[in-house]
């Protein structure tokens, strides 16, 4: 009863505070180089720009599949429907608020469907996103150690484990038995060695400065604890963090893994990132929003990745990996669905309420630390990775 009073204060919040009428944006200025030096080596730079878009939200919530996406359509008050050519084929559909403030994507589950919704999204002419905020909002796997049924986390790294080269037990057992699984990095023969070729996409840092406005606005929620079934099974952990009623690629499983992507994660952000959630999607967003942001379409800085915790991403002492992954019965994921909105609502509804005095201009909470990725696309220098990569 109280998660459902809370939605509806939310949802009268937004409704009073969008009541005035879409004001048409004005029209950017796209400008073409016309006068190439006939000794250059023929690669023509343009700088991009929209001069038809209509819409400029100042927030876009980013979810994946409907389960992620139908607590925000019931929360918001969402009244118009935009089609976008390129979107996931299940998800056509954008959806808006009253004057188009704060806006509602889903981009398919899956590396590829994030990728291409977020670019049809991103070239959309119509869509002018150059001051907008994003929340990546989706449910995720937890590392008992440190979260639990129904957590919240806000991201500072977004790391993709999946670029690695993969051995099956037997073919490495008797050659390297002190290895924790078969996952080795790229460019290197051992797993405790920085890679050696990378894609790029292997690690993004968001803004810090962000992410601490969006936790620290979450932390006076109340978020909904789950049913007696995520209680019970809670207390089958022995980490006090797992056992606790909830705080602020590939999906896996088991402690093998766990460990091994654990220390994978140190070990690409230079010891400075602690594996806590489990997620699939968002380092293909991220690299998208990188690409848009080199060209001024988007501001990196203006990305909050969130995710809560719908199941742990390892099974408790009394379960094998195998019998917790198929035969579990932790009690469902609606305490994590709940707290998407319970969560994530407070950072959107104050982009809103503080757009013109804190958050049009992108000061107050700009990043001190560096954001963008591996390869420094966005200018700075990264504080993980390597002096110098060969680049696969």
Known sequence: MKFTTVLALAAAAFSTTLASPIQKRAINETALAEDIDETSNNNIQTSYGKPFAVYQPRAFIISMFELERDPWLEAMDFKHNITVPGLSPLYPTIHCTTNYTICQITTGEGEINAAASITALGLNPLFDLTKTYFLVAGIAGGEPEYTTLGGVTFAKYAVQVGLEYQFAYEDYIKTNPDWIS???????????????????????????????????????????????????????????????????????????????????????????????????????????????????????????????????????????????????????????????????????????????????????????????????????????????????
């Open 182 to 392: 078969g996952y080795i990095p790229y460019g290197t023969d051992d797993q405790d060695t920085y890679p050696g070729n990378v894609y790029g996409t292997e690690v993004f840092e968001l803004n810090e400065a962000l992410r601490d406005r969006a936790y620290n606005l979450a932390s006076n929620a109340t978020l909904s604890n789950g049913n007696k079934k995520n209680a019970e099974f809670r207390k089958l952990y022995n980490e006090t963090a797992a056992r606790g009623t909830p705080r602020l690629d590939n999906y896996f499983t088991g402690n093998v893994l766990n460990n091994y992507f654990s220390n994978l994660t140190k070990l690409l952000s230079n010891g400075s990132a602690t594996y806590c959630a489990t997620a699939q999607e968002d380092n293909a967003t991220l690299e998208v929003l990188t690409r848009l942001n080199k060209y001024g379409l988007v501001d990196f800085d203006r990305i909050v990745v969130m995710r809560t915790i719908s199941d742990f991403s390892r099974p408790p002492p009394s379960m094998s990996a195998y019998e917790y992954f198929f035969n579990r019965t932790d009690g469902g994921i609606s305490a994590s669905l709940d707290n998407l909105v319970l969560g994530g609502t407070p950072i959107i509804h104050d982009i809103i309420q503080n757009w013109d005095k804190v958050y049009e201009k992108g000061i107050k909470y700009a990043s001190k630390n560096y954001v963008g990725d591996i390869f420094a696309t966005l200018g700075g220098t990264p504080d993980f990775g390597k002096s110098s990569f060969d680049v696969a």
